[in-house]
T-cell receptor, first 116, second 113 residues
């Protein structure tokens, strides 16, 4: 069973629109970590945020904000006033404390296209 | 320029060739990783190294052979690959093995012909 689901394969918005990228995860572990990464066309994944399962406080960083809701197993990412430079593939990922390899389980990604 | 450098950026190889991918990090990190990114599949962990010791081999075929001579360098040796091995191979590092955010390289785009 897929543990991280990003149901939106591709989203297209016009510059300055707000956009929310959805992430739903599945785990039986009570301690886990959630991540978001951005992959621009250059290829490297850029770390955006890490959230542990005991911290449900929402976070805002500039135009980026994250909404973590354990009740719905979701960790959604919102970009406010989107810009063309936000165009990239965004990945949500899960790391489970019981996994001794600490591997990241990635979702399939959401491609965001911000049009001028 | 990222803190993790991968070379080459692109590689085309025949099924009988032997080649190596190189990864280098100057971040002082103790853990390094190889991930595979194929079209239409989620990123897959291949190998994990902590202080030059392999701590995870995620059921990867033996035609992929990792090497970590020191904590700054990681190699992926390739031999007798198949066309389905064509993918973007990403190297990453983190402070230690754990639930940390990784720093990724830009990847090597491998095409097996």
């Amino acid at each position: 069973a897929q543990k991280v689901t990003q149901a939106q394969t591709e989203i297209s918005v016009v510059e300055k629109e707000d956009v929310t990228l959805d992430c739903v995860y599945e785990t039986r572990d009570t301690t886990y970590y959630l991540f978001w990464y951005k992959q621009p066309p250059s290829g490297e994944l850029v770390f955006l945020i890490r959230r542990n399962s005991f911290d449900e406080q929402n976070e805002i960083s500039g135009r980026y904000s994250w909404n973590f809701q354990k009740s719905t197993s979701s960790f959604n990412f919102t970009i406010t006033a989107s810009q063309v430079v936000d165009s990239a593939v965004y990945f949500c990922a899960l790391s489970e404390a019981q996994d001794s390899s600490y591997k990241l389980i990635f979702g399939s990604g959401t491609r965001l296209l911000v049009r001028p | 320029e990222t803190g993790v450098t991968q070379t080459p950026r692109h590689l085309v190889m025949g099924m009988t060739n032997k080649k190596s991918l190189k990864c280098e990090q100057h971040l002082g990190h103790n853990a390094m990783y190889w991930y595979k990114q194929s079209a239409k599949k989620p990123l897959e962990l291949m190998f994990v190294y902590s202080l030059e010791e392999r701590v995870e081999n995620n059921s990867v075929p033996s035609r992929f052979s990792p090497e970590c001579p020191n904590s700054s360098h990681l190699f992926l040796h390739l031999h007798t690959l198949q066309p389905e091995d064509s993918a973007l191979y990403l190297c990453a590092s983190s402070q230690d093995v754990g639930h940390y955010g990784y720093t990724f390289g830009s990847g090597t785009r491998l095409t097996v012909v």
